[in-house]
């Protein structure tokens, strides 16, 4: 029930961010200003559409899963009403726990808005919902949870700032750890080869959540192979909230 009150008064303080709404409403102005990109386009439109749609949930999803994330120690200090949230008999895990459930649920409005503009664009021009695309949604939603963990490990410990920048690099690294281990293996030396592995073993591999291509461009999909890559995603999750309890209950707020 600790666990629960918390995450419903974490999404309603969220809710509350007149800057969510922002990014949601330029989020969708972005899927609707794709139709104009299709209007002067010759073929592929439903592609387009797709391509574009897909990649603004990915972008303004990043951006409010940072935002929310790195907010999480930092707001309830500046309020001052962490200090008395400690002193009552809550666990700090529970309140860890309960903060990053109140996030997922924010995010999950968030995304749930932008993709139903998606979907409805894409059933205008195609007259079909196609599975595929709402496989590549989930994935993209699954994405930004890991992504507002590994903000929320940043946060337990450090600045708003640093812990913005710290996400962002670790979403970049993400998507690229698996063809720098690839460009190590082929031109690096010893050293480069044994810090590409140690690097693509540790970071998240975000690659293996991406199935965009199978959206827009119509590719097959293994189902072995996108039920590991959900697995994987939520064991990598699971990894970094224990992180961030195991972080936060360690720190020191006197």
Known sequence: MKVAAIALNTFKEAVRDRILYAIVVFA????????ILVTISVGGEVKIIKDLG??????????????????????????????????????????????????VLTLSVNVLVMALGLIGLAY?????????????????FLELILVTAAAMVFSAFSSPTLSAIFTLSLFVAGHL?????????????AATKLLAETLYFLLP????????????????????????????????IAMLVLASMAIFE?????
């Open 28 to 35: 969708l102005v972005m899927l609707g200003s794709s139709t």
């Open 54 to 103: 897909l990649a603004c949930i990915s972008i303004f999803g990043l951006l409010i899963a940072t935002f929310l994330g790195i907010g999480l120690v930092s707001k309830e200090i500046e309020k001052r009403t962490l200090y008395t949230i400690i002193t009552k008999p809550i666990h700090r895990y529970q309140f860890i726990l309960g903060k990053y459930l109140g996030l």
């Open 124 to 140: 205008v021009w195609e007259g079909t919902a196609s599975p595929r695309l709402l496989l590549a949604i989930l994935f993209i």
């Open 177 to 189: 750890s698996a063809d720098l281990r690839l460009f190590a293996a082929r031109f690096g030396g």
């Open 205 to 236: 591999n975000l690659s293996r959540l991406n199935f965009k291509d199978q959206a827009v461009h119509g590719f097959g999909f293994d189902a072995g192979t996108t039920a590991l890559s959900f697995s994987y995603g939520i064991f990598y």
């Open 250 to 254: 360690r720190r020191d707020f006197k």
